[in-house]
């Protein structure tokens, strides 16, 4: 299994970004997938996931902000990114999720939210 996420970079305060992770060794559709962000010395913590049904969770600190969806047609998951804050800094992870856990991590894409 290979997760390959891209779409991070360096944007201004309010700004927006969008996240995809394209998946590849995997029967896509029938996993939970999910975003992952660590910020410099933190730990990594778990930003919104998508079921195989279409069932979303958030992370407080980022409801009414971020969306997660995902096309099971193109094996990807997105994280539309709204209203980015600097507390948003951080290296964005995808994830597939089993009922263990996560099961693969992407390479992550860094996101600088940054005047």
């Known amino acids: 299994v290979q997760l390959q996420a891209s779409g991070g970079g360096l944007v201004q305060p309010g700004g927006s970004l969008r996240l995809s992770c394209a998946a590849s060794?995997?029967?896509?559709?029938?996993?939970?997938m999910g975003w992952y962000r660590q910020a410099p010395g933190k730990q990594r913590e778990l930003v919104a996931r998508?079921?195989?049904?279409?069932?979303?969770d958030y992370a407080d600190s980022v409801k009414g902000r971020f969306t997660i969806s995902r096309d099971n047609a193109k094996n990807t998951v997105y994280l539309q990114m709204n209203s980015l804050n600097p507390e948003d800094t951080a290296v964005y992870y995808c994830?597939?999720?089993?009922?263990?856990?996560?099961?693969?991590w992407g390479q992550g894409t860094e996101v600088t939210v940054s005047s």
């Open positions: 994830a597939q999720i089993n009922s263990y856990g996560v099961s693969t």
């Open positions: 060794g995997t029967i896509f559709s029938i996993f939970t």
């Open positions: 998508i079921t195989s049904g279409g069932d979303r």
